[in-house]
């Protein structure tokens, strides 16, 4: 769930700048057994108060291979 939230994080972070989360959901796939971990994020939609994300967690060596979880984030950017 963390990866998911920080990746979600840092994909609104280059649309948006600073953010943070106010909601987001994880959905557990799979047992996650590999020996390292890739995590992918995308922005979905960028808004002027909300940011969409959503990102999918995988097994490093394993590029075509199913998730072991997902999730999507809603983020809120932070005025400077």
């Given at each position: 769930g ?10 609104a972070?280059?649309?948006a700048?600073?953010?943070?989360a ?12 590999a020996?390292?971990f890739?995590?992918?994020g ?9 940011v969409f994300a ?13 998730p072991f ?11 400077e």
């Amino acid at each position: 769930g963390g990866l998911i939230d920080t990746a979600c994080g840092f994909a609104a972070a280059t649309v948006a700048g600073n953010v943070t989360a106010s909601q987001f959901s994880v959905r557990c796939l799979r047992p996650a057994v590999a020996g390292a971990f890739r995590v992918t994020g995308r922005v979905v939609k960028a808004g002027k108060r909300q940011v969409f994300a959503s990102a999918e967690l995988g097994d490093w060596d394993d590029e075509n291979g199913e998730p072991f979880a997902a999730g999507d984030a809603v983020l809120v950017p932070i005025p400077e």
